[in-house]
């Protein structure tokens, strides 16, 4: 289907890392996508970088003009920016709340217990009036409601689906697909490095060969120690009960029980026969209606679908009261899945 109506969205990035520069590539490649199929033209103005610098291009450039400047990879003074593009001085917050974009792009580093830079640069941009896609999951599992209510008073938008599970759609389906649906709890397998490293364990391999290979694959980072002893999960844990169950939960108070890489050794060295060990999130309501959530290696009976995923696949079943039991599996996700995932926020808000 064609749309003959044309809409122009003007994009900024905050961080431009892997899932900035595939977001930039994808864009390239869906340009005439998104007009033929939505009706709109999709183009940057402006970036920043801890290490490139930042530009403004008011008009905006596109994602082809973008994607053929040397920037990120040079810095501003010394990239070939886009024809229109202009240096612009000052710090992620300012550069949130004034360059000059319908959609401001939030890519910067995960810091799991605060959000921050990540949420002061949020709540610039929507206290300017600018909507805002993150793939930040700091920020919403440490302040979701007070950036929802800020959005909601200023009358832009919010979205993040790429804060869980890459791209895969858990927050736009329940939002389109699960009208008057209560979510009572989750599980999951929500980290991908203790995943795989499991996995490699389960092969034969011991923990540090398990680990040297993820690093060697780009699945875990030089000092993996977020992912094995559970704050990647738990800060998921606490975007999935903020946004799904209206919880109000920060990252601390999710229970991490057991983990860490001594743990995981000892618990695969002591695993009975057909069973798998998988470092699981729950999340339920306790007698209160407080929502509760936990990390922790549990043994997976064979019976266990948890207990077949490998590698660098993630899960979530959400526990629903009009649906029962939905299952939602991604398989190898990466920063492809991730872009693809801001993209579809960014056509979300475009499409109003």
């Keep these: 289907m064609t749309s003959t109506h044309q809409k122009t ?43 490139a610098g930042a ?7 596109s994602a082809g003009e973008l994607t053929a400047s040397e920037w990120p990879a040079k810095p501003v003074g010394e990239a070939a ?39 002061d640069h949020i709540r610039a941009a929507l206290t300017a009036g600018r909507s805002v896609v993150t793939a930040n999951k700091g920020p919403i599992a ?9 959005a909601e ?14 791209g895969t ?22 980290n991908c490095t ?52 209206d919880a109000d939960m920060r990252p601390q108070q ?4 057991g983990l860490g890489a001594e743990a995981m050794r000892q618990e695969q060295e002591s695993l009975a026969p057909g069973y798998t060990l998988k470092q699981v999130v729950e999340a339920r309501r306790d007698e209160n209606g407080k929502v509760i959530a936990e990390v922790r290696l549990r043994a997976l009976p064979p019976g266990d679908v948890f207990a077949h995923l490998v590698g660098r696949e993630t899960v979530v079943r959400l526990l629903t009261d009009t649906m029962g039991e939905l299952t939602i599996i991604e398989g190898d996700g990466g920063p492809e899945q991730t872009a693809l995932g801001v993209l579809a926020d960014i056509v979300a808000i475009g499409r109003g």
């Design 169 to 190: 759609p858990i927050f736009n389906m329940a939002e389109v697909a699960l009208p008057a649906t209560d979510v009572l709890g989750f599980r999951g397998l929500l």
């Design 194 to 245: 203790s995943n795989f490293v499991l996995s490699e364990m389960a092969r034969g391999a011991t923990l540090e060969e398990g680990i040297a290979t993820a690093q060697r694959m780009g699945v875990a980072e030089a000092n993996p120690s977020n992912d094995l002893d559970g704050w990647d999960a738990s800060v998921k844990a606490s975007v999935l009960a903020n946004v799904l169950m």
């Design 81 to 119: 920016l886009p024809v229109g593009a202009q240096p612009f001085t000052g710090d992620g917050q300012a550069f949130a709340a004034t360059c000059p974009a319908d959609i401001v792009v939030e890519l910067t580093t995960l810091e799991p217990l605060t959000g921050q830079p990540a949420l």
């Design 254 to 257: 999710v229970s991490r029980i």
């Design 55 to 61: 530009w403004e291009a008011p008009d905006g450039v």
């Design 142 to 150: 440490n302040a979701y409601r007070e950036l929802r209510g800020l």
């Design 153 to 166: 008073m200023r009358g832009v938008r919010l979205r993040f689906e790429s804060t869980v599970m890459d």
């Design 9 to 51: 969205v003007r994009v900024a990035l905050l961080g431009c890392g892997n899932v900035g520069r595939e977001l930039i590539a994808l864009m390239a490649r869906k340009e005439q996508a998104l007009r033929d199929r939505y009706g709109l033209a999709i183009r940057f103005s402006g970036g920043l970088t801890r290490r």
